[in-house]
Nanobody
Framework: VQLQASGGGLVQAGGSLRLSCAAS????????MAWFRQAPGKEREFVAA????????LYQDSVKGRFTISRDNAKNTVYLQMNSLKPEDTAVYYC?????????????????????WGQGTLVTVSS
């Protein structure tokens, strides 16, 4: 099982990026997925999560209104659209997936809720 994150890069403050996380090796169409990030010298933190059917979404307060998580179960892929980027958004972004299927609109902000992790993609926002 592999989660391949992509789409990171260098962008100026106020700009936008779209991250993608493509899963292979099994389907996650019935599983909650999420994005986390880790800035240099800091602990990994929750960014956004989405339920298997996209009915439930959850965001960290600092990204609400700027980031949007979505998924395409047919493509086994989760996305993170990031707008109005700020220098404090600079981090390595990781996608994650829960191993077991989840209920209707289940989401979680806890790293312990997820069993599979991607390798990360670096987002750098310059001021």
């Amino acid at each position: 099982v592999q989660l391949q994150a992509s789409g990171g890069g260098l962008v100026q403050a106020g700009g936008s990026l779209r991250l993608s996380c493509a899963a292979s090796g099994r389907t996650f169409s019935r599983n909650a997925m999420a994005w986390f990030r880790q800035a240099p010298g800091k602990e990994r933190e929750f960014v956004a999560a989405i339920s298997w059917n996209s009915f439930g979404t959850l965001y960290q307060d600092s990204v609400k209104g700027r980031f949007t998580i979505s998924r395409d179960n047919a493509k086994n892929t989760v996305y993170l659209q990031m707008n109005s980027l700020k220098p404090e958004d600079t981090a390595v972004y990781y996608c994650a997936a829960r191993s077991d299927s989840t209920t209707y609109s289940y989401t979680s902000r806890f790293t312990s809720s997820y069993d599979y992790w991607g390798q990360g993609t670096l987002v750098t926002v310059s001021s």
